[in-house]
């Protein structure tokens, strides 16, 4: 379990840093731009980072630590919610910026600091008085320094201010702060950052004239989720590198999570780091889901049950019985020999991972760029089909097919180009070959291409020379013929080596592309169970609720509970029976009724004798379970009481006109 | 009801896309989208979901067509005439059967189940008058549309009953295929029938019940000690089952352990109380650590005590917090110095009415963001989940668990105001005596005016309360009070204690009102009688 955990933190930080690194090209952007800004106005920022809110936190902390280390040491970030009004505004910026001069340069003066946090009044000439003071102060020390720090800031380092959620801000805040602050903006150098999530356009409706004219506003867009998601599932699934790997159903939930709801690379990451739980916690094999070299030490270390699992395993026992009788009796008898065979089989398993990402690439080279993207426009919907069955046998992949051998020279002469490289950058030792036939084809395309130009000056001079006759009757025939013989020979050449080259890349789609499940032990490294997932991730609380409610039988097995899907037995727990009773009611909901009803069901399942008893006793306990059930009812949100009517309890749910 | 359910199971996830379709062409795009989506739910409802919740939205969700509140008593009669049984076979077998077992019901009860008969013909017309046309499609209860006679009670009514129900069975039983392949003008037509039927519905402040209270049912009201015991007397149905299905959960246990220290918070969600489930998981798992319940259903907790009591007595720290924010800062930051902390929160019932505010809510998200704090809580609202936006769902990074554990919300229910009534009604009347003792004997009489004026009046539905002017005059016939002034002040007094309201009528006079039932009033009365 302790190697679990290490491989998934292990997982984490490796997202994180990636994510990280994604940002820092629209960081270093803005930074340039932040140093060559010098103007009356105020400069600011506007980052337009898309709906994703969740992600947004793990920018702007990226952003500010860039630019602390490049830029200016005075950063505050700032959230709507800690600024209800300007003078919250003005403590909290006050507070992050004396803090972050504190980590800066630890100077003595630390009763200078306290001083000024015990300083209630928050002004903007508190902290103009602050910010030339320090100012001075690290002039000075770098002028004793004799400059041989030689300032990693410069002189008058600007303070940055980010606003991390702008949209959410309120606008007399806002415009407070900004008509402040450009009255001083030559005494302390302000630089604002807005952070937006919706468009760009918001400022202006967020702002008035007057003020956003205070404003020299540059816009940046960061990169879209969609492009950071296809990103991470290019760095974390189609590699050879990482063990673990998703089924396809997982796969399109996590992905149907992402883009139908929330847009979150967060989120994304999350349901994987799930699944690498969920696989690591339910699968006992999920030892050898790891570097290969790990896993074939861990395979000689199998215990005896371990081996029996992997016996029990439906894709080793398909194995099984494709081998020879001898063979089988060894695999399902000894260990030793069964070890030997899963090192090789894991061995086949690595290997068809690097063949089949390179493969996959390639073939999405030719599939983007075909019309209407028969096989998807990303990378991730190819990978998708390719691991739900067999791509070629699907129609899509006979129209993409189709399409290819429609494609012009140039275009193709590229996508060989691309796909060599793909092969050549890959680690998998079986494409030489398959690279020496690319190459092959480009070289025949090159020399098609020669001949063509050559054919054709031979074509233009011939032309010339017809056209000194001025026979025109000879000219339109010679023309016809020429024409004739171009499209009947050149061009089926171009054809040939065409087909050829799709053919080709069809048979390594075949070889290579073969749907994870077919292969032996797919069970370690692929985790497959989807309903796991979207019950964590996705959960239904309302359904849930509403089976339980309706159909308490898939709850508790019982007999008597047993009934067809609309109805409901009457002899249902309680909640049950009031639940089903009040689905009946428009909006209010007489109590008395509700009462007679519900104890004329609940006394015909105590049986006649009660009836003719009919004793208090037996009335108030069936009012009291009635109270209980109602009170439920009411804390799970479906009435609540209405003062319209005395007795009366309104329905709060759907479906009570 | 639940014949009309049957029809729309049938079509759920189609029809819905469809009805998606037929809103406009403007948003094809988007509905495209959003049909993928619920094909894209639909096949993965076909899962195999181990505890069959996978029902699909259309069900849930669906429009459904008006109710009548007279179904509830043909769904009663009907349930309790098939105990143990199916519905649906038995009534369409023998339609004799069922005519004659209505009334036999009727008659087997007692006199309250005949009054209660009596009056659904009442509002069976009152429905019907409006036009419907979808309804009269139905044709279910067009036919009682027209007996209009009185005097044709409970048996006229049974007899409907049971005859409108087995045409309109077989026809259900047909029904749902040719709905398939209805035009799609005709689903048009319907939905906007339906979307007009709910405006209607909605904008009528007329309500179609009955006018029966609680209190012409001459029942003992139950006080809360009373009723516990009383439901402790009744045996829990299903023990077994529900133990086994506790079970079930309970083998979670250690996965949850795992996943809580892998960074995740776990939320618990199902029918049931999951109380004892959580207390459960606490003494089995969590007895060497430091661990924090609270009880989110009791009615004074506060984000502030949960926070108060985080610091003072898992931290030892002394002394007082400006803002819950700043708490939470302290509290983070001793988090961050000290990477062996380990918090473990359990939080029953955290969409409780104290907690499910905006703010309660963030604080608490961040407070479960925190590496070293491990949440485990409950909800059992319907629309929990909507306290949660997308910043808020990040900081929780909940990992959803279904479980329905079935067991009655015994403590979770206790401190709800019951909306029976049945405990505040003594609530009242003590409250009422203590205050009142601790008054004047002119003020006691003052008060007696108004509350025997008031019972004077109980009957007339539309009474607006005393008017001051006359109240003033009556005060000052019974010799208790000399100037307009005094009964002012004395007035403030009992407002001060919520022992009147005041309300200002549309002519701009004040009207005085006792906010207590009349029967609580009745026995202030009696019992002020017997004092004097």
Redesign the interface.
Known sequence: ?QIR?DL?KQLLDNLVSFLKRSYSELQEETTEWTCRMKSREIPTAALVLGVN??DHDLTFRSLSEVLQNNITPYIALLEA??CPGIKNLMQKLMGQLMNCCIDEDSLEDDSYVQVSQNRIRCSMTSLINWYESVTKKTDSVTLRKKRTSSSRHWQSPPVVVIFKDMESFTTKVLQDFIVISSRHIRELPLVLIFGIATSPMIIHSLLPHSVSSLLCIELFQSLSCKEHLSTIIDKLLLTAQCPFKLGE?VL??LI?IFL?H?F?V??FI?GF??CI?EHF?SQPLSVLCCQLVDAKKRVNSLSHDQCENIRRLPSFRRYVESQVSEKQVALLMSDNFLKEIIQNLLEDLHVYHENYVSVLRCLHVFTSSLPKYPLGKQIRELHCACLENQVWETEEYESSLQLARMLNKSDLVTMLQQCVEIFVSSSGKEFDKTVEKLKEFLTQFQKLEAEAFQERDVSVSSQKELQKKTDLYHLQKTLLELKESRRSKKLTKFEMLRFEVVDYIDSLVRNYLVPADHKTLHEIVYFNT??VL????????????????N??Y?????Q??K?????????A???C?AY???????????????????S??V???EGPNA?AA?SDQV???I???F??A???L????????SK??????ARL????? | KVRKDKAQLTVSVKRFAKKLESISDDEAQEILAEKNYVAALGTCAQDPVGNGSSVSGGEVYSFQTPKRSSKMAELASELAQTPGQSVAPDHSKCPEKTAKTPQSNSKSCDSKKKEFLSTTPYRLRKRLAAPDSYLESESEYSASCSEDDDEEDQKEVSTVLSGGKTPAKTKAASTPPPRNTLPKKIKEEKMSNLVEEYFEAHSSSKVLTSDRTLQKLRKRRLNQQTLNDLLKKAPLAYAAEIKELNQQHESLFSKWMLQLHLGFNIILYGLGSKRDLLEKFRTSVLQDSVHLVVNGYFPSITVRSILNSITEEVLDHIGTFRSPLGQLEFINKRFKEDSSLELYVLIHNLDSQMLRGERSQQILAQLSSLPGIYLIASVDHINAPLMWDQAKLSLYNWLWYETTTFSPYVEETSYENSLLVQQSGSLALSSLTHVLRSLTLNARGIFRLLAQYQLENKDNPSYPGLSFQEFYQQCREAFLVNSDLTLRAQLTEFRDHKLIRTKRGADGVEYLLIPVDDSTLTDFLDKEDEDV
Request: charged fraction near 25%.
């Open positions: 379990q955990e998934n809110v969740t919610k800690d159903k399109q939930v149907n139908y929330d979150s967060q989120n999350k780091q799930l739980v916690y989807a309903s979207r019950g964590h991730l996705n959960a239904a609380p309302r359904t849930a609720l509403h089976t339980a409610l159909n308490p898939c709850y508790l097995k019982n008597a509970l009934s067809d899907a609309g109805s409901i037995s009457n002899k727990p309680d909640i029976i089903k009773l009040h689905l009946e009611c428009g909006r209010l909901i007489n109590l008395v009724d509700w009462l007679e009803a519900f004329t069901v006394m015909a399942v009836d009919s009335d108030d306990i009012h009291a379970r109270i209980r109602v009170s439920e009411e804390l799970l949100g479906f009435i609540k009481p319209q009517k005395t007795d009366h309890v749910t759907w479906g009570g006109c």
